[in-house]
Structures are given as C-alpha cells and as structure tokens.
C-alpha cells in the first residue's frame, strides 16, 4: 500500500472505533483567512494578515493549519507559548513565528536556534534579548508589545516612553513590529476602543520606520483605523463568529459527530443520569451517546442544548458525565433502529457560538476544549472543488 493509502486505512480505522469524530475543513480556514486579508486590503494600502495559532490553533490542530495557512499566502504566525512556536517551526519553517508571552528567563537559546521571534512585554525582557543579541553576535529580531489598557502584558506608559525617549536600548535588534491589543473590539461602540488606538496611535509615531499591528479578529470589523500594518486574527479564521449579534461572514470549519452506544426506554417519571436532574413527564427512550466533559462538553449544557439527528433536534437531558450524555429520542424511532449512528453536536445547525451560548461561555473556550479523545478528520473543501 502506498502511504497514503496506509494513511486512509488507519483514519477509516480510527474513525470506527472512535465515539466522537472531529472534521476540520482547512480550505474553509484558508478561504477565512484570505477574507481577513481582503477586508485588510480594501484600506487601499498593503496590509498584511498574519494567523494567531495559540493553543493548537483554537483546538483545530497547529500542524495541519499552519502549513495550509503558509500554502494560502500567509507569513506571519502568532502562538502564545515558545513549545507551541518549537511544534509549528517543524512544519512552517521559512516564516516568522511570534512568541506572545514573551521571553522566560534563560530561554534565549531556544528562541534563537528555532529561530522564534519574542513578543517582549516589558524593558527588562528587551534588555535580556538584546544581550542576547550580543552574545550571538547578529541582529535579531523583536516585537515590542505596548500596553494601551488591557493592563495583562505589554510595556507600561512610562517603559514605552523610555523607549521612545532612548532608541539605543534597541541596538543589536531588528524593530520587526509594534503591537497592542484591544479590551473590548467586539463591541464597536465602546469608547475603549477609540482610547486604545489613541494610546497605539501616540505609541506608533514615536517609534517611525517599524511596522505595527493591532487588529484582532472583531478588531479588523473596526475599520481602516484599526489595521495598521498587520492583522493579527485567531478567533475568526476558525469561524467564531468576530461581530457578535450579527450574522456570522465567516465560514464554519469544524464539526462534531458523536455515536449513540445505547438506546433505551423508560417509564413516565423516571429519572435520567447522575443527580436525578432530568424526570421524564411520559414514557420516552433515552439515548446515551459517547462524549462528555472530559470531551469538552461543559457540564453546564446541562438540561440546555440539543444535538442533531437527520437535521431533527434532539434535546440533551440530565447532567453530562464524563464520557457520556444522554439525550431524548422519544419522537424519533430511527434511533433506535440505527446503532452506533452519529449525531450531529457541532455543526451547520448549531455552531461553537451557539454551544457557547447554551453552556454560558464564548466560543473560544468551546472550540479550545475540543476534546483529544476524538478522531480528528481533516478535509479541504478547497481542494475537492
Ligand atoms: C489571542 C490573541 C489574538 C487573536 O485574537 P482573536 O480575538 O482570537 O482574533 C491577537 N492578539 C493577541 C495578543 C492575542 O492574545
């Protein structure tokens, strides 16, 4: 067998012996990204759009987006821990990959062997890379992050203004960008955003020459003064919806099948799972199906979601276990006729925003969650077109 056969014949494998399987569409994440870039672009000046890939790319696996990001034109990268930039530096390895949690305390080498950009968050992180430069004896490059009211990292009010005011403190760097981040970008009219980018704005011209980016997904949605020079998306990319409240322009890249493992029925007032927390009202068969919380599937879904079988709704009832939930199935009788058949949990009728809704989080937790337990299916709606 080729390997590519062996490769199929170990997925369908997988596949059958798993109780819940996760699709990810990488074109649909590829066709996003390029739709970020192109808000970016019809500023009229070339605005780069780079890709945020922290935690496993929002839960949708790192090393199978970023090469097909890097394959759609991408060429920035963003992560938040330097082991997810080492994992991503294997399989994209001519593009700059970002550290936004900056520099730990003698990691300097493996920065600098991986070939890994900082995010440097405060002077003394700046200080450390420059020595580092030094020591190295070749100028590398950095991110200065600024501060402008997220108040968790970035160079306070007064390190940027020595900065600004001693540009020597960069010698032996190479400025590759300037950076902050918005408070609160998915709501336009909050007047926090327009004191942020006055804050980014009064940063930016004392440092001229280096790029700069401040953008987040629903940033991008801000308008052109927003941009800069680079986008900076993650949420968005993976179809989180960036304009809450609003219809949702981005693709849905992901979606979740669980199996039904039994089906069974039960008596009016019987009640169903741990904690007796649901009650039938009549004689109902019940569904148990193979995902629970330590899948991801918050417990806080409790007696508030539905999942899908043939486009019908089917109500979660009872507490979620964690490898199981149960669901009632009593007006669809193909369920019980259908063993192992996989319900919809994620997907075209209910996406991670509407889950998020359900269990009373947002999105990114939802998709960061997904579990590790599911077979993971990656498909290019791209690709077959
Ligand atoms: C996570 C993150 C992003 C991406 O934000 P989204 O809302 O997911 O688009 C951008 N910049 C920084 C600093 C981040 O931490």
Partial sequence: MSSSADQAASEAAQTRRAGAILTVDLGAIAANWRGLRDAGRADGRPVDCAAVLKADAYGTGAALVGPRLAAAGCRHFFVAHIDEGLALRAVVPDHPIYVLNGLLPSTEPDFVQAGLTPVLNHLNQLNAWRAAAQRYNRPLDAVIHVDTGMHRLGFSPEEAQALAADRGRLRGLRLALLMSHLVVSEEPDNPINGEQLSRFRSFVRTMPGAPASFANSSGIFLGPDYHFDMLRPGAALYGINPLPGRPNPMLTTVTLHARILQVRRIDALQTVGYGA??????????????????????????????????????????????????VDVTDVPEAESQPGALVEVLGPHLTADDLAEHARTNAYEVMTALGRRYARVYVDSERHA
């Fill in 277 to 326: 927390a649901w009650r039938s009202a009549r004689p109902s068969r019940v569904a148990t199906i193979a995902l629970g919380y330590a899948d991801g599937y918050f417990r806080t879904l409790i007696n508030r979601t539905h999942v899908h079988l043939g486009g019908r709704k089917l109500a979660v009832i009872g507490r979620i276990s964690m490898d199981l939930v149960t």
